[in-house]
């Protein structure tokens, strides 16, 4: 599985930004899907994960109630809607895919890794 990922930009706080990863392959709605994001100079942590049916979804804490992961299997793509983000959400954004299906939080569960995109909100 090949994963793109695309739709960051520069926005301001409070802003929104739909994030897109689209995935090549007949297998995509055999894998568990997650966003991931990176800061400067900070590790890489969970933002969001989908199951393989959509029929669970998981967010980090930071994120609930503001940003939204949604897949489309006949498209092959994976959506992150970003609302009322704060200059806190600045980071690369990266989409993976996990082939297990279980343990969606961690990222050594993830067997494919998209080249990510940056997003930044300015105060």
């Known amino acids: 599985v090949q994963l793109q990922a695309c739709g960051g930009g520069l926005v301001q706080t409070g802003d929104s930004l739909r994030l897109t990863c689209s995935a090549s392959?007949?297998?995509?709605?055999?894998?568990?899907m997650g966003w991931f994001r990176q800061a400067p100079g900070k590790e890489r942590d969970f933002v969001a994960a989908?199951?393989?049916?959509?029929?669970?979804?998981y967010y980090a804490d930071s994120v609930k109630g503001r940003f939204t992961i949604s897949r489309d299997n006949a498209k092959n793509t994976v959506y992150l809607q970003m609302n009322t983000l704060r200059p806190e959400d600045t980071a690369v954004y990266y989409c993976?895919?996990?082939?297990?299906?279980?343990?969606?939080?961690?990222?050594?569960?993830?067997?494919?890794w998209g080249q990510g995109t940056l997003v930044t909100v300015s105060s």
């Open positions: 993976a895919a996990n082939g297990g299906g279980m343990h969606l939080t961690l990222m050594s569960t993830y067997n494919y």
């Open positions: 392959g007949r297998t995509f709605s055999r894998y568990a």
């Open positions: 989908v199951t393989r049916g959509t029929t669970s979804t």
